[in-house]
């Protein structure tokens, strides 16, 4: 690799300045070998002239690439030992590099300057490149030699991130955060770390994209069908060395002192003062709501406890959002809106009072664990079977009409008479940019616990979260309308959804049009909660580009949740997931079903879980949309159902695809309105001789099965919209019986091998 400072390596007390040469090994397998002889400040000229190139050159061996990107420098026409005109010696020097290289019988690659960034007072890019990338173009057409435009690609990426976000590809922060750049920096030209394996990955794609023989040997990822450059890129925050002691602001601990406006005030100081850590010390501290601000790090010592009130009137109500709607609720017990640069992080631990806001089913409790709770003081239902904490919760139960969203003719004094039932959410973020959330405990919450809604790149990491196993609304972490993250290394232990992603509900979602996309969820434990890893059913934005890897379900009601229903609208696609371990599941190891219906997936004792009549109804914008989704390597010991997939007959659920996979389970697959589904080398080992069911499903593939196969293992069609089923089985000897068909069923032409 040849070229100028920002492809070149740096030395670590440049950090965090990064070179996209100098991350470009991440993209291939371990047989390509980088060198890396790009240098500040060169240009086409004088890395001749200096003397370089003859090195390379020197050592240069058939088959050998030579990546060559100049331009930068060779612009700078004050500089006689540098400039080279566009039209006339950079062009030449351009044809020498190329046919020197070819001389050896090494392969040129020529590649266009990466672009500047820089907008104009309209907030258009401007381009700083004039006629060097265009001589670039034509030196490779004339020559016939590789030609990556990173030029082009590198704008694109700019003018979709625009002219803020845009700023964390370059070396753009304030002082006293990196040890070389006490009063901070203002480049852009070279790149942070995130940049530069953003331009790193649009190489590669472009290697790709052109059919360039180096795409053989570019790096496969772990999840499947994709590979390393593909994954999502995620930029992290950085902070000032500043720290702000709570203690120093007013802070008691001890658990009977309010600290609230302490910590709020330390939390200020520190953002005006160009940001630090706030810092809570070990100790018990009681406190109202919390109100984040940009360039913050709210840092919880080893046994510190942040212990949230339990005074409902220390949480104002606040127009916001419930699952997808906008809606009064009580503050968040953390709340951020238009932040940038924002963490938690320590190994203490918030607990958020959650008893005092969730409403309770007798039948979730044991007989003891009930009479206690009564003697609580609160409110039943008529029935006797549902516990409020007070009537105004009672109330805003079961008047959800209106209470549970913001509906004309009602005021904000009309939901502050309800407060007790705006349960707040623990953490909220919204709309906030380059966030950490990192090792925290995060402790009965009273809704749902993590909910980062419009962020971009956003870290979770090594954190755990802990509510109750009946607490209704207790979601682990809902993703709604975020981009570029990753999940990883944490734990949950819940009583609603565990990893959740949403994008809004229903029109409202659909106009608002921002699809959760982009996120890296591995190395998880998932011990209760009505699903491990979940999509939906507010996920009318869409859902797009999800990476799943090596997680376990253990206990959780369904394993992998997919749930939507008519009137949500959106699409989710291109889902890879790899390496899931689940054991004990009541209910579906991996389910796909647009007729969610919100209650719980597993029946209580006494109700049922009956399948709603499929009726085809017009195509319009509220019809969701599930298709291409890869799943490999799941196993499940213990399920109700190995696998069902649940389709409109609108619009089926399809391009599904699952490989390398055990489940012991009760039932098997049950496969209904669905188009192009596979299932390769997959065992449904069940309790049950019928091994799986298809219902009006249409181009079913299913390769190398294996299942406990005895006399009376079958599949069972129904339905009159069957067509190309393929069933191939590592058993040769299955009985004559292994195809049946219900009574009203159409018979239709199975390939059984």
């Not at 291939?28 to 090195?55: C, M, P």
């Not at 516990?387 to 959800?400: F, R, V």
């Not at 980062?452 to 609304?473: A, D, S, Y």
């Amino acid at each position: 690799m040849i070229g100028d400072s920002t492809m070149a390596n740096k030395q670590a007390y440049d950090f965090p300045e990064t070179g996209w040469g100098q991350v470009f090994n991440e993209v291939f397998t371990d047989q390509v070998e980088i060198k890396n002889y790009a240098l500040n400040g060169r240009s086409t000229k004088s890395f001749r002239t200096e003397g370089h190139w003859k090195k390379i050159f020197d050592q240069l061996q058939l088959g050998d690439y030579v990546f060559i990107q100049f331009g930068h420098n060779d612009q700078k026409m004050n500089d006689t030992s540098r400039y080279a005109a566009p039209q006339t010696d950079y062009r030449k020097n351009l044809e020498r590099y190329i046919s020197e290289s070819r001389s050896k019988g090494a392969i040129p690659v020529l590649l266009t300057p990466v672009m500047r960034r820089k907008f104009d007072d309209e907030n258009k890019f401007v381009d700083q490149h004039g006629e060097y990338p265009g001589v670039v173009r034509e030196v490779a057409k004339n020559t016939q030699t590789d030609l990556i435009d990173l030029t082009a690609s590198s704008q694109a990426l700019i003018e979709k991130l625009g002219e803020e976000a845009s700023k964390d590809l370059f070396m753009n922060f304030g002082g006293g955060i990196y040890a070389k750049f006490p009063d901070g920096k203002e480049d852009n030209t070279h790149f942070s770390p995130y940049g530069a394996r953003e331009m790193a990955n649009l190489v590669a794609k472009e290697i790709m994209d052109k059919g360039l023989p180096l795409r053989n040997w570019l790096k496969k990822s772990a999840y499947p069908q994709t590979y390393e450059f593909q994954l999502p890129v995620v930029n992290s925050p950085h902070f000032k060395a500043d720290t702000f002691d709570i203690r120093d602001y007013g802070a008691v601990s001890g658990g009977r002192n309010l600290n609230s406006p302490a910590i709020n005030q330390a939390i200020e100081m520190a953002s005006s003062k160009g940001g630090g850590t706030v810092l809570i010390p070990k100790g018990f501290w009681l406190t109202g709501p919390l109100v984040l601000k940009s360039n913050v790090n709210l840092h919880l010592s080893d046994g510190a406890l942040l212990q949230f009130s339990d005074n409902r009137n220390d949480y104002p109500v606040v127009e916001t959002t419930w699952e997808g709607n906008i809606a009064y609720r009580c503050q968040a017990l953390i709340w951020g809106v238009n932040l940038t640069n924002i963490t938690i992080t320590g190994k203490g631990t918030m607990d958020g009072a959650g008893q005092v806001w969730k409403q309770v089913k007798k039948s979730k409790l044991t007989d003891s664990q009930w009479s206690a709770l009564l003697k609580t003081g609160g409110v039943l239902n008529d029935k006797k079977d549902t516990w409020y904490p007070s009537e105004a919760s009672k109330y805003g139960n079961e008047n959800m009409e209106w209470t549970n969203k913001k509906v004309d003719g009602k005021t904000k004094e009309d939901y502050e008479k309800i407060r007790d039932f705006l349960r707040p959410n623990m953490v909220s973020l919204t709309n906030c940019r380059n966030v950490l959330l990192e090792g925290v405990t995060f402790l009965n919450s009273p809704a749902w616990t993590l909910h980062p809604l419009m962020c971009e790149h956003l870290t979770i990491r090594n954190v755990h979260v802990k509510n109750p196993w009946f607490g209704q609304n207790n979601d682990a972490l809902d993703l709604e309308s975020c981009s570029n993250g990753i999940v990883e290394g944490s734990t949950f232990d819940t009583g609603d959804d565990a990893i959740c992603i949403k994008s809004g509900r229903d029109e409202e979602g659909r106009k608002k049009g921002m699809p959760t996309q982009n996120f890296i969820i591995r190395n998880n434990t998932v011990f209760h909660g009505h699903g491990g890893f979940v999509i939906g059913s507010e996920m009318s934005g869409g859902v797009k580009n999800m990476y799943v890897t090596n997680c376990n379900f253990l206990g959780t009601d369904i394993g992998l949740r997919f749930k939507t229903k008519r009137d949500r609208g959106g699409v989710v696609e291109k889902i890879y997931i790899s390496d899931i371990n689940m054991n004990n599941i009541p209910g579906e190891a991996v389910l796909f079903d647009m007729y969610y219906e919100a209650k719980d997936p597993v029946p209580l004792e006494g109700e049922e879980n009956v399948l709603p009549e499929i009726k085809s109804e017009p195509l319009n914008a509220g019809t969701p949309s599930f298709r291409e989704f890869y799943i490999d390597n799941v196993m499940c010991k213990g399920a109700e159902t190995a696998i069902l997939l649940r389709g409109l007959p609108e619009l089926n659920i399809s391009d599904i695809h699952i490989a390398n996979s055990n489940f012991s389970s009760n039932k098997g697959l049950v496969c209904i309105e669905a188009t192009n589904i596979t299932l390769d080398h997959v065992g449904l080992f069940t309790n049950s001789n019928t091994i799986g069911q298809i219902q009006n499903s249409k181009e079913i593939s299913i390769s190398g099965l294996q299942f406990n196969n005895t006399a009376d293992s079958h599949f069972e069609f129904s339905g009159s919209g069957n067509e190309k089923i393929s069933i191939n089985t590592l058993d040769k000897t299955v009985s004559k019986s292994f195809i049946q068909y219900t009574s009203r069923a159409k018979k239709v032409k199975v390939s059984l091998k």
